[in-house]
């Protein structure tokens, strides 16, 4: 069993910038995979980002691409998503998910591939 637990979330400016984690207990988290998802009420979750645990390989969204960035601490079990340049339509609960699946990360952006999710951290992006 993984508990995750995501942190980092609140109210930013347009333009702003958070630091989401997303620290993983429980059995010993050092092999599979990681991705961030976010959602608003009345939509499907939807796929952000996602990192390999061992290699660090990447994979994102378009709309995130060149603002979002991905990375994990291995000795910390902990994954993070740095936003940067952040836009009301940024606006979302960001749940991180873990999987032990060995698929390319790029085929990793549905959420009935993650078997461990936390319960989300609120990001509000608003002048």
């Known amino acids: 069993q993984v508990q995750l637990v995501e942190s980092g979330g609140g109210l930013v400016q347009p333009g702003g910038s958070l630091r989401l984690s997303c620290a993983a207990s429980?059995?010993?988290?050092?092999?599979?995979?990681m991705g961030w998802f976010r959602q608003i009420p009345g939509k499907e979750r939807e796929f952000v980002a996602v990192?390999?645990?061992?290699?660090?390989?990447?994979y994102y969204t378009n709309d995130v691409k060149g603002r979002f960035t991905i990375s994990r601490d291995r000795m910390k079990d902990t994954a993070y998503l740095q936003m940067s340049n952040l836009k009301p339509e940024d606006t979302a609960t960001y749940y991180c998910?873990?999987?032990?699946?060995?698929?390319?990360?790029?085929?990793?952006?549905?959420?009935?591939?993650?078997?461990?999710w936390g319960h989300g951290t609120q990001v509000t992006v608003s002048s």
């Open positions: 429980g059995r010993t988290f050092r092999s599979g995979t």
């Open positions: 990192i390999r645990w061992s290699d660090g390989s990447t």
């Open positions: 998910g873990a999987t032990a699946s060995r698929l390319i990360v790029s085929s990793l952006r549905n959420g009935e591939y993650y078997d461990y």
